[in-house]
């Protein structure tokens, strides 16, 4: 007989078969390919940088000195990872946590089984955090191998720690910015236009508004727990330059950020939770029979 | 056992009638949802497994909702007749995910998955991706996942769609099984054939609206007393029709908007027809088309709603 997944201690099994059936059709589901293109795609400008810096040195004579590889790579964090990788894997993966389940009608299978609605939006919702967390994961410590290996820059071995650190706020920022996709990906028919405004046109503008507009951004709370404090003068100057013309505001403490993000996490999941529970099939079924 | 009730079920897709009014208790046993194209049968079925809440009523399982009650839906089992499926997971794949989803363990999971395929008849598929699959491979591992938990209430959505000939048997086997071990089963389709060949009992559902419930010979003596409409086409349309208006077995005669076309509704076909032979013949009739327009369920349905 089967075991009755409704009891707190058998939902195990329900939770981890969704995080690993959705996190292996979400990696491999298009095809093998798809994450190896992914992850050489984010790789580029790096790849470039390398290329771009073998040329000076080899042609403008510039000299190790120059450049702190470190700086370089935090740059790349602040710049490609927090404005687009981040934001934009998001866009792609998140909206389709649950969407796409219920756009194939494959949703039926899932609403059948004795397991709490709760259970099947969060196991869905932690396999795309395993897989974007995972994928974004590689391309970071490939870009900080990339650009740290750079010769006479020096290889940035002691800045590891800097490295995990990096990983946890684009984790976490792709937590947010994931779970406001899947509330927007079956809430609106016009997912992706709403999604695209919520992320590059709401996000980054929100800052400039008057009043408390950008608090109702992830941005300014990401950008709160996001420091390379340990990287030269030159690169926090940059940063503050770089956070004074986005209009960035004062930071929040890196707890109420922490705090923020997770409350955001928590409110898209349970608001996805009751859409599903309520109306799971009145977005894609209108026929009669 | 199992009894599954429905008290006054309604349910509207804005100004579109699903499913209206029903009451009936659904008992052990296997019971025919019949029904045409667009009759509400899906919308029923979603109601009776949870999938969608009625607008009114209320529908229980050994008095317990349904709705909204995950905890009792290990003891539903349904195969739905939508086609969509995980493509890229094998036949394996799917049932063990579904067997984890009911709550078994890994190992469990994948043995019951296993055993399943074997008794609808997918062992040697099991390892092939479902987009791979055929109509009928397809339909067989839907099938698969309604069955494998060993549910007490079973409803199967048009489970013949797609089906071969081997595959049709084995499906009416495995339905006449479970109707046997007490399950409650509930098969649907709009051919009447099909039911009768998994069982006595059936449901005609039309418009949503459910019209009659009862035994398969007291439908076909439905279908046997309603009014059966032929239809002519001849160049003597009104010789002809002079003639027929004077037969008893005539119930209503009218012309069609075709050119020479002849409606003609008649209680007794059986000696109708060999009347209208004779007719033709003697009289030397031209006749271009002769067919029976409503030898089917659709007619019974509508007779019914009259």
Not at chain 1, 115 to 120: E, G, M, N, S, T
Not at chain 1, 187 to 206: E, N, S, Y
Request: aromatic share 8%; proline share 5%; charged share 15%.
């Amino acid at each position: 007989m089967n075991a009755n997944p409704t009891n707190p201690t058998d939902l195990l099994n329900p939770l981890a078969a969704l995080i690993s059936v959705n996190a292996r059709m979400k990696l491999m589901g298009r095809s093998p390919l798809y994450p190896v293109i992914l992850i050489l795609l984010s790789l580029m400008p790096a790849i470039l940088w390398r290329l771009v810096y073998a040329w000076l040195s080899q042609y403008a004579a510039i000299e190790s000195s120059m450049i702190d590889a470190f700086t370089v790579y935090s740059i790349f964090c602040s710049t490609l990872f927090m404005q687009f990788y981040v934001p934009g894997l998001s866009l792609l993966m998140g909206m389709t946590i649950f969407s796409e389940e219920i756009e194939n009608e494959t949703v039926i299978y899932l609403l059948l089984r004795p397991v709490p609605r709760f259970i099947l939006v969060l196991g869905k919702f932690l396999s795309y955090l395993a897989v974007s967390s995972g994928l974004l994961g590689v391309s970071l410590v490939m870009s900080y191998l990339i650009i740290g290996s750079t010769p006479g820059a020096g290889l940035i071995t002691n800045q590891l720690d800097s490295l995990v650190k990096d990983w946890m706020v684009f984790t976490l920022g792709m937590a947010a910015y994931g779970a406001v996709m899947m509330l927007v990906g079956v809430f609106f028919k016009q997912r992706l236009l709403v999604g695209l405004l919520l992320m590059f046109v709401w996000d980054t503008t929100a800052a400039f508004l008057p009043g408390s507009a950008y608090q109702f951004t992830v941005r300014y709370y990401l950008f709160s727990i996001f420091s390379h404090a340990d990287a030269q003068n030159t690169t926090q100057n940059l940063f503050d330059a770089m956070k004074q013309m986005l209009g960035m505001h004062p930071h929040a403490s890196a707890f109420s950020a922490v705090l923020v993000l997770c409350l955001i996490v928590t409110a898209c999941v349970a608001l996805t939770t009751m859409i599903v529970k309520h109306r799971p099939l009145k977005l894609g079924q209108q026929e009669a029979d | 056992m199992a009894e599954v009730s429905l008290q006054n079920v309604s349910k509207w897709y804005g100004e579109v009638i699903g499913v209206s009014d029903v009451t009936t208790v659904l008992r052990p046993g296997v019971t025919g949802l019949l029904g045409p194209n667009g009759a509400g049968k899906t919308t029923l079925f979603k109601v009776l497994t949870g999938l969608m809440p009625p607008d009114t009523g209320r529908v229980t399982l050994d008095g317990a909702p349904i709705w909204n009650n995950p905890a009792i839906y290990h003891r539903i089992g349904f195969c739905p007749s939508a086609e969509n499926m995980y493509e890229q997971l094998t036949g394996f794949e799917f049932l063990t995910y579904m067997a984890r989803l009911n709550g078994m363990n890994d190992a469990d999971a994948r043995e019951r998955a296993m055993t399943t395929l074997g008794e609808v008849g997918l062992t040697e598929a099991a390892h092939k991706p479902i987009g791979a699959y055929s109509k009928g491979m397809r339909q067989r591992v839907k099938l698969g996942q309604s069955i494998q938990h060993q549910p007490d209430v079973l409803y199967f959505d048009e489970p013949m769609s797609g089906l071969d000939p081997l595959g049709r048997i084995d499906t009416v086997n495995l339905i006449h099984r479970y109707g046997k071990e007490g399950k409650t089963v509930v098969v649907s389709s709009h051919i009447l054939h099909e039911i009768e060949e998994m069982t006595n009992t059936i449901m005609l559902l039309n418009n949503g609206m459910l019209l009659a419930e009862g035994v398969v010979h007291e439908i076909r003596e439905l279908i046997e007393e309603q009014p059966r409409q032929v239809r002519i086409v001849t160049r003597e349309l009104k010789r002809l029709s002079n003639r027929i208006i004077e037969f008893p077995e005539v119930k209503t005669i009218r012309f069609g908007e075709e050119e020479g076309e002849l409606l003609i509704q008649t209680h007794s076909p059986d000696s109708f027809f060999p009347k209208l032979t004779n007719l033709i013949l003697e009289d030397e009739i031209p006749i271009d088309e002769m067919s029976t327009t409503d030898d089917d369920l659709q007619s019974v349905f509508e007779y019914l709603v009259k």
